[in-house]
């Protein structure tokens, strides 16, 4: 289960330490090739929801990899599950209706859940 973790954590957390710099960084203009939903939220949200993702793939990571508050990595896949909840929303109601990646994400954080709670 161990080994199991780390690859799906590890596989999560690059991608949310990869897109969450971008909504913190980039412009709108920048962000709408890769994520046509950017204009429907307020940008302070937007970056706020990278600083989320950052904060959330740290939590996947150290944790477990420093043996300190084991609850940290449960709680952060857990997030991961209700944003991409959140995220298939917000993709369903408006015009992009892309949400595959979003449910391969939750998914993905569904099962770090359980393999960081399993013994």
Known sequence: M???YWIVAGLLALFYLYAGPQKVIRSRDQLRPMM???DRIPLP???ALGAVEVLGAVGLILPPLVGTAPWLAPAAAIGFVLLQIGAIAVHLTGEDRRITLNV???AAAAVTVWLSTSP
């Open 2 to 4: 161990n080994i199991a």
């Open 36 to 38: 046509a939903w950017v």
């Open 45 to 47: 949200a937007l970056r």
């Open 104 to 106: 391969g994400l939750t």
